[in-house]
C-alpha cells in the first residue's frame, strides 16, 4: 500500500528547530556562517511579529478549477502600521548584520513608500503574483510581510490539505516558489512558497513556473551527477528553482534554511541566463 501524501502542507517549523538546523548547515557549510548569522537573526525578528499576530477571518478555500488563491490581497487583521514597523526591524537587521550593502538599501522612507504604493503589485493576481522583480527592496517586503502570511497559511492549510492544486504559485497567497523538495518518504515533489511557506505538490517532469512538460527543454544544474541539491532550469520561461532531494539525504529538511546553502547553484544557473 503506497503512503497517502497530502497535496497541501506547511514549512514553517517552531524557531528553535530551525535555529537548530541552522547551526548543523553551518557545520558543513563554515564558509556561509555570514549568511547563516543574518538569517538567523531576520528569522527571531519574523517570529516576534508571528508570536504577536492574530489573522482575521480567512478568504474562501483556493479555488483549484479557476487558480484563485486563499488569500487575495493583504491578511485579514494586518495594518499596515504592523508591516511598516516589521519592515524597519528587517532592514535594520540586515546593515547591522551586513554594513557593506547598506548602500544598497534604499532608505526607510523610501521602502515604506514602496510598500504602500505596490501592496497590490506585489500580490497580484494569480497570473503574474509579484512579477519577476527581484530586486532587494521587493526581497526585504516579503521578509516583512512573511510573519503575517505565515501565521494565516498555518490556520488554512489544515483544511485545504486535500485541494488538487496545479499551478505554479502557492493555493493560499499566491506568491511563486522559492525552492522544492523530493519527499524522503514518498518521492513526491512539492514546491515551497517563498511568502507564507506553504508546499504544494508539483509533477516531476513539469516546470515549476510555466508548466512547460516539454523534457527536451527541462534540465537541472548541480555541483556533482549524484548530489542532492540542484538547480531545476527551464528553457521556456528561462527560470530555475532549487531543489533538495530528502530521499538521498535520508532526511526532512527545513527548505528556507536549506535553500540558503545552495549559493553556487544561484551563481551558476544565473551566469547561464536563468531566473529565480
Given at each position: 500500500?503506497?503512503?497517502a501524501?497530502?497535496?497541501i502542507?506547511?514549512g514553517?517549523?517552531?524557531?528553535?528547530a530551525?535555529?537548530?538546523?541552522?547551526?548543523?548547515?553551518?557545520?558543513?557549510?563554515?564558509?556561509?556562517?555570514?549568511?547563516?548569522?543574518?538569517?538567523?537573526?531576520?528569522?527571531?525578528?519574523?517570529?516576534?511579529?508571528?508570536d504577536?499576530?492574530?489573522?482575521?477571518?480567512?478568504?474562501?478555500?483556493?479555488?483549484?478549477?479557476?487558480?484563485?488563491?486563499a488569500?487575495?490581497?493583504?491578511?485579514?487583521?494586518?495594518?499596515?502600521?504592523?508591516?511598516?514597523?516589521?519592515?524597519?526591524?528587517?532592514?535594520?537587521t540586515i546593515t547591522?548584520a551586513?554594513?557593506e550593502?547598506?548602500?544598497?538599501?534604499?532608505s526607510?522612507?523610501?521602502?515604506?513608500?514602496?510598500?504602500?504604493?505596490?501592496?497590490?503589485?506585489?500580490?497580484?493576481?494569480?497570473?503574474?503574483?509579484?512579477?519577476?522583480?527581484?530586486?532587494?527592496?521587493?526581497?526585504?517586503?516579503?521578509?516583512?510581510?512573511?510573519?503575517?502570511?505565515e501565521?494565516?497559511a498555518?490556520?488554512?492549510v489544515?483544511?485545504?490539505?486535500?485541494?488538487?492544486?496545479?499551478?505554479?504559485?502557492?493555493?493560499?497567497?499566491?506568491?511563486?516558489?522559492?525552492?522544492?523538495?523530493?519527499d524522503?518518504?514518498?518521492?513526491?515533489?512539492?514546491?515551497?512558497?517563498?511568502?507564507?511557506?506553504?508546499q504544494?505538490?508539483r509533477?516531476?517532469?513539469?516546470?515549476?513556473?510555466?508548466?512547460?512538460?516539454?523534457q527536451?527543454?527541462?534540465?537541472?544544474?548541480?555541483d556533482?551527477?549524484?548530489s542532492?541539491?540542484?538547480?531545476?532550469?527551464?528553457?521556456?520561461?528561462?527560470?530555475y528553482i532549487?531543489?533538495?532531494d530528502?530521499?538521498?539525504?535520508?532526511?526532512?529538511?527545513?527548505?528556507?534554511?536549506?535553500e540558503?546553502?545552495?549559493?553556487?547553484?544561484?551563481?551558476?544557473?544565473?551566469s547561464?541566463?536563468?531566473?529565480?
Amino acid at each position: 500500500m503506497g503512503v497517502a501524501v497530502e497535496n497541501i502542507r506547511h514549512g514553517g517549523k517552531p524557531l528553535d528547530a530551525t535555529l537548530a538546523y541552522m547551526d548543523s548547515c553551518r557545520e558543513v557549510h563554515p564558509e556561509l556562517h555570514k549568511v547563516f548569522d543574518l538569517y538567523a537573526a531576520i528569522f527571531t525578528v519574523q517570529r516576534r511579529f508571528y508570536d504577536g499576530f492574530v489573522p482575521g477571518p480567512p478568504g474562501g478555500p483556493p479555488d483549484a478549477v479557476s487558480g484563485g488563491p486563499a488569500l487575495v490581497g493583504m491578511v485579514p487583521g494586518v495594518e499596515l502600521s504592523n508591516v511598516q514597523e516589521a519592515l524597519a526591524e528587517i532592514a535594520g537587521t540586515i546593515t547591522a548584520a551586513a554594513p557593506e550593502r547598506q548602500s544598497e538599501l534604499e532608505s526607510l522612507s523610501n521602502l515604506w513608500g514602496y510598500a504602500q504604493d505596490d501592496v497590490g503589485r506585489l500580490l497580484d493576481s494569480p497570473d503574474s503574483p509579484g512579477g519577476p522583480d527581484s530586486s532587494v527592496t521587493r526581497t526585504i517586503f516579503l521578509l516583512a510581510l512573511n510573519p503575517f502570511y505565515e501565521k494565516a497559511a498555518v490556520g488554512i492549510v489544515p483544511s485545504v490539505a486535500d485541494v488538487a492544486w496545479q499551478f505554479g504559485y502557492c493555493p493560499v497567497c499566491g506568491e511563486r516558489p522559492s525552492v522544492a523538495k523530493y519527499d524522503e518518504t514518498s518521492g513526491t515533489r512539492f514546491l515551497q512558497c517563498g511568502l507564507c511557506r506553504t508546499q504544494w505538490t508539483r509533477g516531476r517532469v513539469l516546470c515549476a513556473f510555466c508548466g512547460n512538460a516539454d523534457q527536451d527543454k527541462l534540465g537541472y544544474l548541480s555541483d556533482a551527477p549524484d548530489s542532492p541539491l540542484r538547480a531545476e532550469v527551464c528553457d521556456v520561461c528561462r527560470r530555475y528553482i532549487k531543489a533538495v532531494d530528502e530521499r538521498a539525504l535520508g532526511r526532512e529538511v527545513i527548505l528556507h534554511v536549506e535553500e540558503l546553502t545552495m549559493t553556487s547553484l544561484d551563481r551558476e544557473a544565473l551566469s547561464k541566463g536563468y531566473q529565480p
